[in-house]
């Protein structure tokens, strides 16, 4: 949902600069700049991708609103009269699961961190022997929730913490 932006190799006096892109889902794209004939020339790329700014000044490849459609291989190159120049980004999507911690009918703690990507992990402040299940969605998301049973003795109170590289969560809940 945020924007991205990819630098590419500055260079005074460019040549060319094309951007090529490789998605992992759905077909290839390309955005170019000639000098020469001071042109700008796009190929099959939607339009939340574009040049930040005047390709002439600055390549920087400006990605709106990014989803996870925009995973894939990006590709800089530029010609320039001191040679020609490679800089290549694999960019990775990261989606924040949704956090939420209830009770269930029996009166058991329940854990869920819904949609995220890559799949969160779930652990319980107090051990548990419960074990998470994943449900994968066709977008790419997973969802992971757990249940807290604890080993013999009846738990009132307990924490869940869900962990995921866009961050950390705990929530605490009696049932």
């Known amino acids: ?11 005074s006096n460019i040549t060319m600069v ?3 892109i490789n998605p992992k889902v759905g077909g290839h794209c390309s955005l170019g700049y000639r000098a020469d004939w001071n042109k700008t020339n796009r190929t099959n790329c939607s339009d ?11 390549p920087t490849l400006e990605i709106r609103r ?22 290549i980004y694999h960019l990775t999507v990261l989606v924040p699961p949704r956090f939420t911690l209830y009770c269930d009918d ?5 854990c869920k961190a819904a949609a995220g990507k890559p799949a969160a992990q779930i652990s319980w402040v107090l051990e548990s022997n419960s074990t998470p299940n994943e449900e994968g969605h066709d977008n790419g998301t997973v969802t992971v929730f757990s249940k ?8 009132t109170n307990t924490t869940c913490i869900v962990s995921h590289p866009a961050g950390n969560w705990s929530k605490s ?3």
Request: overall charge positive; charged content about 20%.
């Open 173 to 175: 809940i009696v049932c």
């Open 148 to 155: 807290f049973t604890a080993y013999g003795n009846k738990v």
């Open 18 to 20: 094309t951007w090529k």
């Open 48 to 58: 939340s991708m574009n040049w930040k700014s005047r390709p002439d000044q600055d």
């Open 1 to 11: 949902g945020s924007n991205s932006e990819l630098n590419c190799t500055q260079k």
């Open 66 to 87: 990014v989803k996870i459609a925009h995973e894939g291989n990006y590709t800089c190159e530029v010609a320039a009269p001191e040679g020609n120049f490679h800089r």
């Open 106 to 110: 029996q009166g058991n703690p329940v």
